[in-house]
């Protein structure tokens, strides 16, 4: 019964024809907030995050992490918009805990020039960067799907990470730079990053360390005022300029 | 002649050995049903004995990185006994002393479910006439969502990797070592059994958010080879 289902997909035996190329000129681009970062301090609340030590935890490092780059950031004429400020992570107004979508339209609402998801982790050393797993898009679609709305964000997001990186590098902070399916990133209409803090060498408790965290601080914060003037929003795409979905290639047909 | 008070005590401290008793069975049941989960070496394949030389994509939590190593292992040639044995060197290789990416020992892994792609649906044929028995053929019904699964080359396979609580729940939390894990199982199926094009996860059957509350369990994974380290663009 299986093998019927394959026959229509057998008949396709001609090459799709191919997707036309979006014309980007006239595009309008997504207005968006200089002067705003959105910082994601991880976890709070019920939800601890990974246990670092018997008395260290992910969401308080994450937190005073967070607390030290507001304070860095206001002072270089940044505002900045927290998800939290305190260890409950509750949805404005109510007692409802706050769930990654909900930290994910709070991004979104303030269109800020970049988004920092801080998290923290007792493996490996110094800061870990990610961006999304998503493959870019040339332009944000006029239906952009919430699971995939950072596509078109990647690229924006990898220049941001290698500003970043070359800023940890130059505060000589190891540094791991990669790709990760970290929700909800995926679901984030702004240059976005997963900054992850892991210990100053081997010692799992300089997490904690008030210095350590307000060196990596300092470095993001640097890394920011240059990427305030570089961020460039990506398009809005009309619905003649999306380009055409790809089609599945067909079973049998020679690659 | 034994006073009340000392009768009624004695009868008070039978009841608590009693419920001691009791509460040590109960405990030493629970510890005995945790380890036989742990080690559970129920032999559901066929016993096999060729040992090939396979690769496996070692993680490394020290710089975040993939790299491909090779082991002589006795694999079994069914292609979901062979993944799934696959997956339980790999786990069993990360809780060797001195793993660059530590993980507890024990089974990882209760099954691997080889699906072909594109994944089909199936309804009731109406033009079939109902069987003696009642039942009416049915008939695969191919998707119409544009985003469906398809397969990328003839043949093309979506595993759906079953792994247990015990594993996940006893795993270390962190984007890098949760992220270093499943890349490491991804990058390890591509390299042994390129049919399999895309991967999905379950924990003991079921879909669950994250690994460890970090890494994404619920969306599917492309298999690839994870040893190559994604490249960020230059700045314009």
Known sequence: ?255 | MISRHQRILFWVLVGCIIAMASFLFWERERARDRISSLADATPIDAPYTNTESITLDLANDADGSVAAATRPIALPDEATARARALLEHLVAEYALPGSPHPLQSGAAVDDVFLLPLPIVGHGIDASAKPNPGGSTATVPIASTDPTALQPQSPGGELAVINLRSSFVNGHPSGVEVESLTLLSIIGTLHANLPQIEQIRFLVDGQPRETLAGHADLLRTYPSRDTTVQSTVPDAP
């Not at chain 1, 200089?34 to 670092?52: E, F, M, T, Y």
């Not at chain 1, 937190?63 to 270089?76: D, I, M, Q, Y």
């Not at chain 1, 239906?143 to 000589?172: D, I």
């Open chain 1, 1 to 255: 019964m299986l093998a019927l289902a394959t026959i229509p997909c057998l008949a396709q035996t001609t090459p799709p024809p191919a997707a036309p190329v979006p014309t980007l000129a006239a595009a309008p681009a997504i207005p968006f907030n200089r002067g705003i970062v959105l910082l994601d301090p991880a976890h709070g609340g019920l939800d601890s995050g990974s246990r670092i030590s018997d008395s260290v935890l992910e969401k308080d490092v994450t937190l005073n992490l967070a607390f030290k780059l507001r304070s860095l950031l206001s002072a270089r004429g940044f505002s900045v918009v927290m998800t939290r400020d305190s260890d409950a992570a509750t949805q404005p107004g109510s007692t409802n805990p706050l769930t990654l979508d909900d930290r994910a339209g709070i991004a979104d609402h303030a269109r800020p020039v970049a988004c920092l998801l801080l998290h923290a982790t007792a493996a490996g050393t110094g800061v870990h960067l990610y961006s999304s797993e998503l493959e870019a898009t040339p332009g944000e679609p006029p239906a952009n799907p919430w699971l995939t709305a950072q596509a078109a964000w990647v690229t924006q997001s990898q220049r941001l990470q290698k500003q970043l990186g070359m800023a940890f590098t130059r505060a000589s902070i190891p540094l791991v730079m990669s790709r990760a399916s970290v929700r909800p990133v995926d679901s984030l209409t702004c240059p976005a990053l997963v900054v992850e803090l892991a210990p100053d060498g081997s010692d799992s408790s300089s997490l904690n360390d008030s210095g350590y965290q307000q060196r990596v601080a300092e470095a993001i914060a640097t890394a920011l005022v240059f990427w305030k003037s570089q961020a460039a929003p990506p398009a809005h795409l009309t619905p003649d300029q999306l380009p055409a979905a790809p089609a599945a290639p067909a079973i049998g047909a020679k690659p």
